[in-house]
């Protein structure tokens, strides 16, 4: 439509700008979270949009140089059949912002370790290890039966950590 309204203005320039990006054609839906729940909150509400299968969660507050991570992820949830959660290791000071995981046996060659258990925010002292959730996720589609008798977390809020706690319980990951 953008491409369209740009020729028929004339807008050679910025039609150009526009049509040099190469996008494929595609869709994209939207759906709107009407109350400030929490993030496992938002997530439950693309359950309809998302359907029966393996999908990603992007938080854009963690800016990433390319997709390899999402890919290599994706390659490990289909490979795995169970939900891939990026993580990074923090200095201790930091992982009381962020979820945290409790990783199982050595890290492979290729930086991948088990998930045992992970807990939203935990005080410095308590935190599991300091391995912390960065916002990418290929999450397995039963989480959102997870999610929907989930109980508000930290914060009051419907807590994603909590659900996959649960997934990690269940040997999921
Ligand atoms: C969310 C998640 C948290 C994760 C973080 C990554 O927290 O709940 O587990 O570590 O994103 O950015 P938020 O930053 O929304 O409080």
């Not at 909150?41 to 393996?54: F, K, L, N």
Request: aromatic fraction near 4%.
């Amino acid at each position: 439509e953008l491409e369209r309204s740009l020729k028929e203005k004339g807008n050679t320039e910025t039609l150009k700008a526009i049509t040099d990006l190469v996008l494929e054609p595609g869709q994209i839906t939207y759906t709107r979270q009407q109350s400030p729940l929490g993030l496992g909150h938002a997530v439950w509400c693309a359950r309809d949009a998302v359907g029966d299968e393996p999908f990603a969660v992007m938080l854009p507050d963690e800016l990433m140089g390319d997709s390899r991570l999402l890919n290599q992820m994706a390659d490990l949830c289909k490979s795995s059949s169970g939900s891939v959660v990026g993580l990074l290791q923090v200095p201790p000071a930091e992982v009381s912002a962020y979820g945290v995981i409790t990783p199982v046996g050595d890290r492979s060659a290729d930086g991948v370790v088990r998930i045992g258990g992970m807990v939203e925010k935990p005080a410095q002292h308590e935190a599991p290890s300091d391995l912390i959730i960065i916002g990418r996720y290929v999450l397995t589609p039963d989480v959102f039966g997870i999610l929907e008798h989930l109980p508000p977390g930290r914060g009051g809020e419907i807590q994603l950590t909590d659900a996959l706690q649960v997934q990690a319980a269940a040997g999921v990951f």
